[in-house]
């Protein structure tokens, strides 16, 4: 039964989000050709700020607009009229609520991939561009893509622990942030539902206030480990310091991953294992406390009035 | 063994009791009216049947069962407002009820669909309120249901459109279903009930079959009912 709710929590996410997807990758295609055509520094300079932050607001926009789209979708189809329909469905509760979030989880994947080809697209562009115009050489996207590929052949082959937990803890926290917004949502969606009026809103505030007070919670935390994670401010300005300080080159070093890592670096990634560390277990409480008491408040405390 | 039992069953909200102890046995094979005045505590006792609510206290039993998956799939239920989604056509609704209940006929709903003229492809949002209760009402009663609760069916709707109704409810409810109709108009269904259920202010004042309403007091079930709910 869970695929069959599934399938329809998807049908009906497939009738707008594709739209606001298609717009998104629209906005993204047009300031790639802007930053192609553009062969004046001047006018790099103004236009491309300008274009990119009209592009930054774009990719708020699809997410926040996917967001509000999923929690819509949610109260409608449990705690409005359409809810008599479906609590009534010879389906467990738990079923119904487990399908709004893996179907959530699977729309929050889908809008990762846009907004990563949204932002990879014009940032190609740029790094094709931008050197030409100051009349160096661009680089392809081909040369991107094999300089990507030998990074990461490089990361295996130097077997350094300390580079693959950071990128295994990434990997970790992307995937527990699929379930993360949806289990959120869900939860806010069940937890407003008893209100006696603008249930929509209280579930979008509720929703927004969590995630605000969350991101607090980590960027105090963050502040905390950075401040006493390093001996003295010095070395704390230089954890600041991007890889391209210690290159030439437009992209960071691929040679040497394992000097790489052994290095004033080795530091920075033992703070950033701390902080993914952290992060990823505030996001997993958050998930699935959310599951829980979703799950909880259906089960036990369902009133549809 | 009754198709639906209801045990000191007591619903709140917050303070205010909508059911204060009922307890009651439906068998099976019968048309009961769930009968009483607006706010008397009627759609409440549906929803706790159908699990659209918790009680406060007390159990429902259907075929044995609390409200649940089990329960859910033996039950067919008609809500006194619509609960299909605006976007979705006739059709997908058909797809979808013939997806979720085993005992869905989507033949025989087809076949109602088309007597009234309802185009199928269209959507729910192109139909007026009149058609959508019509589809809703195929919906449900295209199902073999155990057990039918029908919230307010001719509430709002013209007398032609009554008679619609009705006769659409007493030719397709399965033979051995009980059917459970929630009304304070008492005199357009009379004729079918088999049981009639007084409730007032969340307690039941009277439960027997209509014949013996009639046979005891000398009155018709609707004049029963208007004399213990004068106002």
């Known amino acids: 039964m869970l695929g069959k709710l599934m399938k329809y929590d998807m049908r009906y996410m497939a009738r707008v989000l594709p739209w606001i997807y298609a717009g998104g990758l629209l906005i993204s295609a047009l300031l790639c ?26 990719v708020e926009a699809v997410s926040i607009c996917s967001t509000v789209f999923m929690i819509v979708r949610i109260y ?13 469905l010879p389906v467990k509760t738990s079923e119904i609520v487990n399908s709004k979030i893996i179907t959530g989880a699977i729309w929050t994947l889908i809008s990762y991939v846009v907004a990563a080809l949204m932002v990879t697209g014009p940032v190609l562009t740029m790094i094709y561009k931008v050197p030409q115009i100051f009349g160096g050489e661009g680089v392809t996207p081909l040369q991107v893509l094999d300089y990507i590929i030998t990074f990461f052949v490089e990361i295996i ?98 040679g040497g991953i394992e000097e790489f890592a052994s290095s004033l670096f080795s530091r920075q990634l033992d703070l950033a294992i701390l902080m993914l560390l952290t992060v990823l277990l505030i996001y997993v409480a958050v998930t699935v406390f959310s599951w829980i008491m979703a799950l909880r408040i259906t089960d036990k405390k369902l009133n549809l009035n | 063994m009754a198709l639906i039992e209801y045990r000191n069953l007591v619903k709140r909200y917050g303070s205010v009791p909508a059911l204060d102890g009922i307890s009651l046995d439906i068998p099976a094979g019968r048309i009961v009216g769930l009968l009483g005045p607006n706010g008397s505590g009627k759609t409440t006792l549906i929803k706790l049947t159908v699990g659209l609510l918790k009680p406060t206290s007390g159990t429902v039993m259907i075929n044995g069962k609390e409200p649940g998956p089990e329960s859910k799939a033996a039950v067919a239920y008609l809500p006194e407002r619509s609960y299909m989604s605006e976007w979705m056509s006739v059709q997908s609704f058909v797809d979808y009820f013939a997806d979720f209940y085993r005992d869905f006929d989507r033949v025989k709903a087809n076949e109602m669909l088309s007597r009234l003229g309802i185009d199928p492809k269209r959507t729910l949002k192109t139909l007026s309120k009149g058609t959508k209760e019509k589809v809703q009402l195929v919906l449900v009663m295209s199902r073999a249901a155990a057990a039918y609760f029908l919230d307010e069916p001719i509430a709002g709707v013209d007398p032609a459109a009554r008679d619609y109704i ?66």
């Open chain 1, 33 to 58: 050709g802007v930053i192609f055509l553009i062969d004046n520094e001047l006018v790099l300079l103004f236009g491309v700020n300008f274009a990119s932050f009209l592009f930054i607001v774009a």
């Open chain 1, 157 to 254: 082959r130097a077997n350094s622990v300390r580079v693959i937990t950071v990128i295994a803890l990434v990997a970790l926290l992307a995937i527990v942030t699929l379930f993360y917004g949806p289990a959120l949502y869900t939860f806010c969606a069940s937890a407003t539902h008893k209100a006696k009026k603008a249930r929509v809103f209280a579930s979008i505030g509720m929703f927004a206030g969590i995630s605000y007070g969350v991101g607090v919670v980590i960027s105090v935390i963050s502040t905390i480990v950075n401040i006493f994670g390093f001996s003295d401010i010095d070395t704390y300005m230089q954890g600041g310091v991007s890889f391209s300080s210690h290159t030439d080159s437009i992209l960071p070093p691929v």
């Open chain 2, 166 to 231: 009705l006769n659409t409810i007493i030719r397709n409810y399965s033979e051995n279903a009980s059917v459970i109709i929630s009304t304070h108009l008492i005199y357009d269904i009379e004729n079918v009930l088999d049981d009639a259920v007084f409730i007032r202010d969340g307690r039941i004042v009277l439960a027997d079959t209509a014949d013996n309403i009639r046979e005891n007091t000398g009155k018709s079930v609707d004049m029963l009912f208007r004399e213990v709910f004068r106002c």
């Open chain 1, 76 to 88: 409608r189809n449990m705690y409005s009229d359409e809810g008599y329909l479906t609590f009534t």
